[in-house]
């Protein structure tokens, strides 16, 4: 792995929005095809992350390469999936018209579809397993399938890198086998995949990497190296749970809102 | 038949109906984005803030049109630029403008003494005072708007839909949002002469409207939003015409009396159904 050529680096960036920064100073590189969970408490900057990967928020400082390139010199290889209230699911479009804006991108915007366009997606329909809503109005979907919709746009935009906001955390358990299902294929197929979630199982159970974030890179590596108490409890602070037989639960059912700070603050006195 | 015929015997009722047609169907159409992106509040402001421009026209002697024109591109163009990057709130930016305009226009207007015929026409409209130039400046620039929407249907449906999706395909958004901005602009300034600054806004959103509870299409519903926009250009006319009401207000109410008929009884979620429904459950 370390031989080939870095798809994804990030160095010694600080993203934030206008003058307050929410991520100082994140170094990290991601190899080729891997899959890479992004996890820590809420507020930790994980959306911050990902919309400065796509391009959405500039950098105060340091750089984001894609193939060795800033941000931008690529046109379509990164693709994002969004969490399902981004978008306003009453917009009059069927579930087809949706997954083939994501081949947009691709073909230019002035022509026509392609029969290779049309493949791709209705291919990504049915690797999705919702070909059989293709000509439905988004606004009759379930939540989980709204869900499934955008994970098929992601794949019909055939990406090198796809980033995914939460895509298993208030969805049915068919859309989250779902998005399990195209994590594992997008890695068969050599695509790095960078997705937050809550789900420390899942993280350490599906993924190659997991990057722990609290406001800053609390530790990246593999699951094996990361899930150890001592960087848990430095990305959660008090709301990690240790029980006696060596479970870890993290308790954030109802975090106050001025916690996050003093969490933030705490870590960076361990420091 | 020969209530519907006669009316256009009349040369002046034949442009007004020309006139009323073609500006149903372009403030249906790019009444579509309107609705569909929630800017109902920017076209009704823009609608008002065209008045200091017709003012200044009118003070210098000049073409109304073209001062509306002018007028509505700035105002445009000038929200855009207040609420870009956030900096204020779209609609804040909006309720800055259009009373700032409104009362330019108004304090303008308010200079001259004998402008109380042509202010009456310019809030509600004279549809029937339709020249043949005017004729030809609704049809050109018209069709300069549609090839405009046509050319850029797909950016303006990916950047109305999904603004992050549009962001990741490195669209220009925020040039693709002043684009839009300015082809409302045009277009109400076209639609004043029929419908007037005050009922303009109504022809942009009540027609769509009624169409989105029709289908579930964005083509569909553009093409449907103008077919009623048509209509209502044609069935308010002839009642202006025979009821002897100002042809703007025929107009936008013959749109609303379709918009509520559509809503009450409309088979795949009117009103009426969904009610049916409810009183017998499954």
């Given at each position: 792995?370390p031989?080939?050529?870095?798809?994804?680096?990030?160095?010694?960036?600080?993203?934030g929005?206008?003058?307050?920064?929410?991520?100082?100073?994140?170094?990290?590189q991601?190899?080729?095809?891997?899959?890479?969970?992004?996890?820590?408490?809420?507020?930790?900057?994980?959306?911050?992350?990902f919309?400065?990967?796509?391009?959405?928020?500039?950098?105060?400082?340091?750089r984001?390469?894609?193939?060795?390139?800033?941000?931008?010199?690529?046109?379509?290889c990164?693709?994002?999936v969004?969490?399902?209230?981004?978008?306003?699911w009453?917009?009059?479009?069927?579930?087809?018209?949706?997954?083939?804006?994501?081949?947009?991108?691709?073909?230019?915007w002035?022509?026509?579809?392609?029969?290779?366009?049309?493949?791709?997606?209705?291919?990504?329909?049915?690797?999705?397993?919702i070909?059989?809503?293709?000509?439905?109005?988004?606004?009759d979907?379930?939540?989980?399938?709204?869900?499934?919709?955008?994970?098929?746009?992601?794949?019909?935009?055939?990406?090198h890198?796809?980033?995914m906001?939460?895509?298993?955390?208030?969805?049915?358990?068919a859309?989250?086998?779902?998005?399990?299902?195209?994590?594992?294929?997008?890695?068969?197929?050599?695509?790095?995949?960078?997705?937050?979630?809550?789900?420390?199982?899942?993280?350490?159970?599906?993924?190659?990497?997991?990057?722990?974030?609290?406001r800053r890179?609390?530790?990246?590596?593999?699951?094996?190296?990361?899930?150890?108490?001592?960087?848990?409890?430095?990305?959660?602070?008090?709301?990690?749970?240790?029980?006696?037989?060596?479970?870890?639960?993290?308790?954030e059912?109802?975090?106050?809102?001025?916690?996050?700070?003093?969490?933030?603050?705490?870590?960076?006195?361990?420091? | 038949?020969?209530?519907?015929?006669?009316?256009?015997?009349?040369?002046?009722?034949?442009r007004?109906?020309?006139?009323?047609?073609?500006?149903?169907?372009?403030?249906?159409?790019?009444?579509?984005?309107?609705?569909?992106r929630?800017?109902?509040?920017?076209?009704?402001?823009?609608?008002?803030?065209?008045l200091?421009?017709?003012?200044?026209?009118?003070?210098?002697?000049?073409?109304?049109?073209?001062?509306a024109?002018?007028?509505?591109?700035?105002?445009?163009?000038?929200?855009?630029?207040l609420?870009r990057?956030?900096?204020?709130?779209e609609?804040?930016?909006?309720?800055?403008?259009?009373a700032?305009?409104?009362?330019l226009?108004?304090?303008?207007?308010?200079?001259?003494?004998?402008?109380?015929?042509?202010?009456?026409?310019?809030?509600?409209?004279?549809?029937l005072?339709?020249?043949?130039?005017?004729?030809?400046?609704?049809?050109?620039?018209?069709?300069?708007?549609?090839?405009?929407?046509?050319?850029?249907?797909?950016?303006?449906?990916?950047?109305?839909?999904?603004p992050?999706?549009?962001?990741?395909?490195r669209?220009?958004?925020?040039?693709?949002?002043?684009?839009?901005?300015?082809?409302?602009?045009?277009?109400?300034?076209?639609?004043?002469?029929?419908?007037?600054?005050?009922?303009?806004?109504?022809?942009?959103?009540?027609?769509?409207?009624?169409?989105?509870?029709?289908?579930?299409?964005?083509?569909?519903m553009?093409?449907?939003?103008?077919?009623i926009?048509?209509?209502?250009?044609?069935?308010?006319?002839?009642?202006s015409?025979?009821?002897?009401?100002?042809?703007?207000?025929?107009?936008?109410?013959?749109?609303t009396?379709?918009?509520?008929?559509?809503?009450?009884f409309?088979?795949?979620q009117?009103?009426?159904r969904?009610?049916?429904?409810?009183?017998?459950?499954?």
């Open positions: 792995m031989h080939l050529p870095h798809r994804l680096e990030v160095e010694n960036a600080s993203i929005y206008g003058a307050k920064i929410v991520l100082r100073d994140i170094s990290f991601v190899p080729n095809g891997a899959r890479v969970a992004v996890v820590g408490p809420n507020g930790a900057g994980k959306s911050t992350l919309k400065a990967l796509v391009g959405l928020l500039p950098l105060h400082s340091g984001i390469l894609i193939h060795g390139l800033p941000l931008g010199h690529h046109q379509d990164v693709a994002y969004p969490q399902r209230e981004e978008v306003d009453r917009f009059p479009v069927t579930v087809r018209d949706v997954v083939m804006m994501g081949r947009y991108g691709n073909r230019g002035f022509r026509r579809a392609s029969s290779a366009d049309q493949a791709a997606v209705e291919r990504a329909l049915a690797q999705m397993g070909g059989g809503l293709a000509s439905q109005s988004i606004s979907l379930s939540g989980g399938q709204q869900q499934r919709v955008f994970l098929a746009r992601a794949l019909a935009q055939e990406p890198i796809v980033l906001d939460e895509p298993f955390s208030g969805v049915d358990v859309a989250q086998g779902a998005a399990l299902d195209l994590l594992d294929d997008l890695h068969e197929h050599g695509v790095t995949a960078v997705i937050s979630t809550h789900d420390l199982n899942v993280a350490s159970s599906r993924f190659d990497y997991v990057l722990l974030l609290n890179l609390v530790a990246f590596g593999t699951p094996g190296e990361i899930m150890r108490q001592q960087h848990l409890t430095s990305a959660y602070g008090d709301s990690l749970v240790v029980l006696e037989n060596g479970t870890v639960l993290v308790d059912c109802c975090p106050p809102g001025k916690e996050q700070g003093d969490v933030a603050q705490a870590v960076h006195r361990h420091d | 038949m020969n209530l519907l015929l006669e009316p256009l015997s009349y040369a002046f009722m034949q007004g109906m020309l006139a009323a047609v073609m500006v149903g169907i372009l403030c249906a159409v790019i009444g579509t984005y309107v609705v569909l929630g800017m109902a509040f920017f076209g009704d402001a823009l609608a008002h803030a065209v200091p421009g017709i003012a200044v026209a009118y003070l210098l002697g000049g073409d109304i049109l073209l001062g024109l002018v007028a509505a591109i700035c105002v445009a163009l000038a929200i855009g630029f609420s990057q956030g900096a204020v709130k609609d804040t930016a909006i309720g800055i403008m259009f700032a305009a409104l009362s226009g108004v304090a303008l207007i308010s200079t001259v003494k004998t402008y109380a015929v042509d202010l009456t026409h310019i809030l509600f409209g004279n549809v005072g339709v020249s043949t130039f005017d004729l030809w400046l609704i049809g050109i620039i018209g069709l300069g708007i549609l090839l405009t929407v046509a050319l850029l249907y797909r950016p303006f449906l990916v950047v109305s839909f999904d992050v999706l549009a962001a990741t395909l669209l220009p958004a925020e040039l693709l949002r002043n684009v839009l901005l300015v082809l409302i602009a045009l277009t109400v300034v076209v639609s004043l002469q029929t419908v007037g600054v005050g009922l303009v806004s109504a022809l942009l959103i009540t027609p769509p409207a009624t169409a989105s509870l029709l289908t579930r299409r964005l083509f569909p553009m093409l449907l939003s103008a077919a926009g048509a209509l209502s250009g044609i069935v308010g006319l002839y009642i015409f025979y009821a002897n009401i100002v042809s703007g207000s025929a107009i936008v109410l013959t749109a009396m379709i918009f509520l008929l559509v809503f009450l409309n088979p795949r009117g009103f009426l969904r009610h049916a429904a409810e009183a017998t459950p499954a």
